[in-house]
């Protein structure tokens, strides 16, 4: 290996090496800036519901309702005779 070949190896691993800490440093301030938005990033959207567990195996026992977790969830509507 040639000095120029050595020198060029050293600058390139010592940019290469700039360039992963700058890397890190603004994904770490990214991440919180993130997580300041969306307040604190642990807490689960909306309001838990109470769930009656006889009626939804009734109605998936009757065909109502499908024994499959739906992809888009929205208030049930009961439109029954």
Known sequence: MSRNEAIYLVLAIACGLIFVAA???HTGEAIAQW????????????????????????RTEQGLLSGHEALYYKPYVENLP
């Open 23 to 25: 890397t890190f440093s």
């Open 35 to 58: 997580q300041a938005q969306q307040g604190g990033g642990t807490r689960a959207a909306g309001k838990t519901r109470p769930v009656d567990r006889p009626q939804i195996r009734a």
